[in-house]
């Protein structure tokens, strides 16, 4: 298959219906589970007054927030959240077009009741909310889910991968690392835009095994070599120019997210670029509506996120990192650089 070349026609409404499953359960757990509207018309609050009053964890809490400014029911006045006129008139149990007992015939749908149970103890469910699945971390390190996850992961860099390669200027750069690569399906789409480059594939077992499997298959194994290691336990490898996270730092809370950050500090040469590859939440945290909804999914299934751009700028300054400019690419998605001074 040639990485350089996109497909004849735009699957952005595809990527969207999937990025976007698990927005009506959060809506439906605020409303039937803790009456949020009603709660939040009679008292506007900040994050913290929120998490405290209705007994919220932080990190769930601010991605529902989110959700909830995209989708035009909230908004920030004085950095207090208040509802807007539509969410008054129909998420608020007073009001006669109270919706909530339209979305309680829907309450008990499993990811529903999780979101419930997320939102009060921050911590994320089963994949898929399947019951005999293990959490998402766990049950990678089995082959049977690794492969499945992996292959899932790969069809969707097929075409998430050459756009972000398009945008990459790489005329300076040698050597890429692709931490948490996956597949390398990246690494493989990268190199192949810029012929020039070599990359290694980070990735701890057995995941690591699947990726030197794919990479073969994909006839780009001269190029693109594979190390096992795990990013949050052994040192980077040195001596390389480029070091990429795509679609890694949205799984984890910003307590793992900025050590990760600082080891490539560390690890990359100087004068080196780092690149954060994912979909991002406006500055301002009210959009774009199909980013918070796919946060919503990741807050579900993850520890992480869907970071703002002026999160993930914070976060590469506290790790030393200058520079730092935002770009979109494709189906919702962007890339973050950062230089290593």
Known sequence: MDLTRPPLTDPLELYRYRDGLYAADLLTAAITEFDFFTWLAARPADLAAICAGLGLAARPTDVMLTLFTADGLIRQADGRFELTAMAREHLVSTSPFFLGPYYASLKERPVARDFVKILRTGKPANWGSYQHEKPWTDAMLTDEFATTFTAAMDCRGIYLGPALAKKLDARHATRLLDIAGGSGIYACAITAQHPHLTATVFE???????????????????????????????????????????????????????????????????????????????????????????SAMLMSVTEGKCYSIAEMSALLGDAGFKDVHYEPTVADRSVITARKP
């Open 204 to 294: 701890r077992p057995p995941v690591d095994r699947i990726a030197r499997t794919m990479i073969q298959k994909r006839g780009c194994a001269a190029r693109v070599s594979v190390v096992a290691g795990d990013m949050f336990a052994d040192p980077l490898p040195d001596g390389y120019d480029l070091h990429l996270y795509s679609n890694v730092l949205h799984d984890w809370d910003t307590e793992k997210v900025g050590p990760l950050l600082t080891a490539s500090f560390r690890a990359l040469k100087s004068g080196g670029t780092l690149l954060v590859h994912d979909a991002h939440i406006h500055a301002t945290k009210d959009g774009p509506l199909p980013v918070a909804r796919y």
